[in-house]
């Protein structure tokens, strides 16, 4: 069965540093891999996706993730944080159900910037 | 344009009563899907649309959790006889077909007391 591991429940950085947000997957073929972000009492938004192809992938808000088969791992990387970045990150992998796609996510990150 | 809608935004009902809680998803998206998000359990899966068709019901944690959709548009998730541990945020999501990206709505915050 496909499942997801953020290994870091809760991490703090302060603002301006660089970040990296682990994720490592396990599932048998070629998975599709997401980055969502959730702010409190918000809904999940996609920050990237990775299908194929080019194997550094660049999503919103100046993040990108790298994906890595030999390790199995799309960890998210942002080179400099802002404070409005402070939410809970979601890595989620993605098998195809018939007609749609069923995402099976981590545990969550929550990232907490200090000024 | 407009996103996906979820109402109520939160719910608090008693053990045993029944509770409803709908999905406007964006028009156009052919496929729907329903998450929960707890805190013991984190984000799952709990079943998606194809239309109005539901493949897989599998992710619904009893049989006490059903879903519908109609005119390919609107869905409800409907929990009967609700149970404590069915306390959590109810998420929907819609995509245009299955590589599409999940929009996902704000969420129905439940409380069963």
């Known amino acids: 069965a496909q499942s997801v591991t953020q290994p870091d429940i809760h991490i703090t950085v302060s603002e301006g540093a660089s970040l990296e947000l682990r994720c490592n997957y396990s599932y048998g073929a070629t998975p599709y891999l997401f980055w969502y972000v959730q702010s409190p009492g918000q809904g999940l938004q996609l920050l990237l996706k990775?299908?194929?192809?080019?194997?550094l992938v660049q999503g919103i808000k100046g993040f990108e993730a790298e994906f890595k088969r030999s390790q199995s791992s799309f960890n998210l990387r942002k080179p400099s944080v802002h404070w409005s970045d402070a939410a809970e990150y979601f890595c989620a992998v993605g098998t195809l159900i018939q007609g749609a796609q069923k995402l099976v996510f981590g545990q969550g990150t929550r990232l907490t910037i200090n000024p | 344009g407009a996103g996906v809608s979820q109402s109520p935004s939160n719910k608090v009902t008693e053990k045993g009563k029944d509770v409803e809680l709908r999905c406007d998803p964006i028009s156009g998206h052919t496929a729907l899907y329903w998450y929960r998000q707890s805190l013991g359990q984190g984000l799952e899966f709990l079943i998606y649309?194809?239309?109005?068709?539901?493949?897989?019901k599998s992710g619904l944690p009893s049989d006490r959790f059903s879903a519908e959709r109609t005119g390919g548009s609107v869905s409800t998730l409907t929990i009967q006889r609700t149970q404590q541990e069915d306390s959590a945020v109810y998420l929907c999501a819609s995509s245009l077909g299955r590589e599409g990206e999940q929009y996902f709505g704000p969420g129905t915050r439940l409380t069963v007391t």
């Open positions: 649309f194809q239309g109005n068709s539901a493949p897989d």
């Open positions: 990775y299908f194929s192809g080019d194997t």
